[in-house]
């Protein structure tokens, strides 16, 4: 796919050679720019033109929608993927007794919430991985009739493992629990299908792959699942008719809006409006295919250069995400050489993660393997 036609949308190519979009990403020019407009609209106007700021918002909580494959229903924003984590954490209906399997390994967003759930009587029970990479067997041998929910990242931050959602709710599913998912490794950079996947529950931020800002994401719920869960979360826009102030005993909605629980974060509804647009424009399949293109490059080369690749590259197991560890010199030597090349890269858990986004081009893969398979002075 030509990147040429998406070179304006990002100056940041005039500055850096980014491939670091697992942590947190340069914006398109037309998501600043949409953050600026929104901004300028509450400076010179403030409410006056309020439902066209509602329109902004309702419009970009349908685009995301139409990225993970979801109805609008199914999605409220959330202000970043631990948010939403904690969210359907807390509204499972659990039993003491219960259990919730997560890996060892995950990023500890996806950690925490699960963790606090033992003053609630819940086991945490967690996968081991095995050569940093995690497998279905053993998720499958940690899952009991009490499990409840299986809380695993659909990519592994760490390794850039792409897990089979659809099976792990398979597993789920059988032993009557849940999956829910932390997307923000994925989302952006993979095609999404939350039918396909099976997913009861998905979180993202969109700060990585989704190429907005931080402090606003998305949190899906399905409608099979929002049923099964406790209402413990309202705020006055979380109920049918929050324009009727004076009547205070509404219910909780009944689909994924209830967990939108008070006023929108406008600026970062406008961003992922934006950045969401742009992905849709230029089709996530076209985005995920070029991504692999990179990583493939980058993969190539890293392995003639001597270097060891950790992250899978089998059938279904890539992602955007090239960790690896270098023959002669530690992560951070190899990142910091990258950093003053002007080559944005990360130091995770030992390794160095790379991580390319559909707008970065051959060249620069070839530039940044040329500094990692150069000696240090």
């Not at 967990?259 to 406008?266: L, M, P």
């Not at 692999?292 to 899978?312: F, H, N, Q, Y």
Request: hydrophobic share 40%; net charge negative; glycine share 8%.
């Amino acid at each position: 796919m030509a990147t040429d036609p998406w070179r304006d949308e990002f100056p940041v190519k005039d500055e850096l050679i980014y491939l670091n979009h697992a942590a947190v990403c340069p914006l398109p020019r037309r998501t600043a720019a949409a953050v600026c407009a929104m901004a300028e609209e509450y400076r010179d106007r403030g409410s006056w033109d309020y439902p066209h700021i509602l329109e902004t918002v309702r419009r970009g909580r349908e685009r995301l929608a139409d990225l993970v494959g979801a109805r609008p229903h199914e999605v409220a924003y959330v202000k970043n993927t631990t948010a939403g984590l904690m969210l359907a954490a807390e509204s499972i209906p659990w039993r003491e007794g219960d259990n919730v399997v997560v890996a060892e390994i995950e990023f500890p967003a996806n950690v925490y919430p699960w963790l606090n759930l033992r003053r609630r009587g819940v086991e945490v029970r967690m996968v081991p991985a095995r050569d940093r990479l995690l497998r279905l067997d053993d998720y499958r041998a940690a899952c009991d009739t009490r499990t409840r929910v299986i809380a695993v990242s659909w990519v592994q931050y760490s390794t850039g493992q792409r897990m089979d959602l659809s099976a792990l709710a398979e597993v789920a599913h059988d032993a009557g629990g849940y999956l829910v998912v932390d997307a923000i490794q994925g989302l952006g950079a993979l095609q999404a299908d939350v039918t396909k996947m099976g997913a009861d529950v998905l979180c993202a931020d969109g700060h990585k792959w989704l190429l907005s800002v931080e402090g606003c994401g998305l949190m899906y719920v399905s409608d099979r699942t929002i049923g099964d869960l406790e209402p413990f979360w309202r705020g006055w826009t979380s109920v049918p008719d929050p324009l009727d102030f004076g009547l205070h005993d509404q219910p909780a909605r009944n689909d994924a809006l209830r967990f939108e629980e008070g006023s929108a974060n406008v600026l970062g509804a406008a961003a992922l409006d934006a950045s969401v647009g742009l992905m849709l424009e230029i089709g996530p399949a076209h985005i995920e295919q070029r991504i692999i293109e990179l990583t493939d490059r980058l993969i190539e080369g890293l392995r003639e250069g001597g270097c060891k690749v950790i992250s899978p590259t089998g059938v279904g197991q890539r992602s955007g995400i090239a960790c690896f560890s270098h023959c002669d010199r530690s992560a951070d030597e190899v990142v910091e050489e990258l950093t003053n090349a002007g080559i944005a890269a990360a130091s995770r858990m030992g390794l160095v993660r790379l991580s390319p986004h559909f707008y970065n081009d051959e060249g620069e893969i070839q530039r940044a393997l040329a500094v990692i398979s150069s000696r240090s002075a």
